[in-house]
């Protein structure tokens, strides 16, 4: 088996049919096998695979176990010598999936691949992750953060910190040397935790701009209102508490406290002065802060 598509769903039906016609399309003669594991979806995303896509292997989970857990229950059964983790909010253009094929087999340290990825309107999508540093935070926090795509000015392939979990190829047996995801990650945080492992563990991570995959962004992240944020912080200070320790980690979880009380009281300033728009995100932001207890991490999420 040449690769292992694996896709984590909730309650993506529409998103999820369109990336699995894509992988059809894509496949190129590659030996694969395909397995979405549903999180406990209730819009007949279950249905419609046994329906239309026969060929999919399916692990039917009764509630949402989140983006790590539910990717090592296939990381656990998957036969390709390669692996792909893609969201079901995405679609695989041209023939990505044989040329990274193909450049594993040519690069035997590689341990992960990050691929291009697209916006929707064809404009190139920051798929290449840095570490969540405490510069990087305060950056974020001052309004001052980088919003040019770091894999923008790369057309040959380099060598990267992390890259995005949304198209993620792994070479299984770096997996079989560094360990699956780290399940205490529920949302955000787990790929960048597992390429900084990949590379600890002597295995190289790249960004090699070959292919296309558009990623249109939201999926099941839109269901989740202002409970992303607050999963994007846990993430965020579980990383630093992992790597750093629990000084880090309060330092972390401080400054995210400062970034969103911030962007609270600037969005209920805009509010008062009518500003279109405004309100909604006052009320974001007041629902978060109200919130934020529950953003430090747990020991596991069960």
Same mark, same amino acid.
Request: one cysteine or more.
């Given at each position: ?140 926090? %001052?309004? !001052?953060? *980088? =919003? ?9 392939? +380099?060598? @990267?910190? &992390?890259?995005? /979990? ?103 300033? %805009?509010? !008062?002065? *009518? =500003? ?9 932001? +007041?629902? @978060?802060? &109200?919130?934020? /207890? ?9």
């Amino acid at each position: 088996m040449d690769l292992t598509v694996i896709l984590v769903n909730w309650n993506t039906r529409d998103l999820l049919r369109d990336c699995l016609h894509s992988l059809r399309a894509g496949a190129a003669g590659l030996k694969i096998e395909i397995i979405v594991v549903d999180n406990g979806s209730s819009d007949g995303s279950l249905p419609m695979l046994a329906a239309d896509f026969p060929e999919v292997a399916v692990i039917a989970n009764a509630h949402n176990r989140g983006f790590a857990a539910a990717n090592n229950q296939a990381l656990a059964v998957a036969r390709g010598r390669h692996l792909l983790l893609l969201n079901t909010d995405t679609l695989v253009v041209g023939d990505v999936l044989p040329r990274a094929v193909e450049w594993l087999d040519a690069h035997p340290r590689a341990g992960v691949l990050g691929p291009r990825v697209l916006n929707a309107d064809g404009t190139v999508q920051d798929s290449v992750k840095g570490w969540p540093g405490f510069r990087y935070l305060a950056r974020q926090t %001052l309004g !001052l953060r *980088r =919003r040019r795509p770091v894999n923008l000015g790369l057309q040959d392939a +380099a060598p @990267v910190p &992390a890259v995005s /979990g949304c198209a993620m190829f792994v070479r299984h047996a770096a997996l079989h040397d560094v360990g699956p995801l780290d399940e205490s990650f529920f949302f955000y945080g787990e790929e960048t935790d597992w390429c900084r492992r990949f590379v600890r563990a002597g295995w190289g991570v790249h960004f090699v701009p070959l292919g296309e995959i558009v990623h249109f962004g939201g999926g099941a992240a839109r269901r989740l209102d202002h409970r992303r944020d607050l999963f994007l912080t846990e993430g965020t200070v579980r990383l630093h508490r992992k790597h750093g320790g629990l000084a880090a980690g309060l330092a972390a979880y401080a400054l995210l406290a400062v970034f969103n009380a911030s962007r609270g009281a600037l969005w209920a300033g %805009l509010a !008062l002065a *009518r =500003r279109p728009g405004a309100q909604a995100r006052a009320r974001h932001f +007041a629902r @978060v802060i &109200a919130d934020y /207890g529950q953003a430090w991490p747990r020991e596991k999420r069960t």
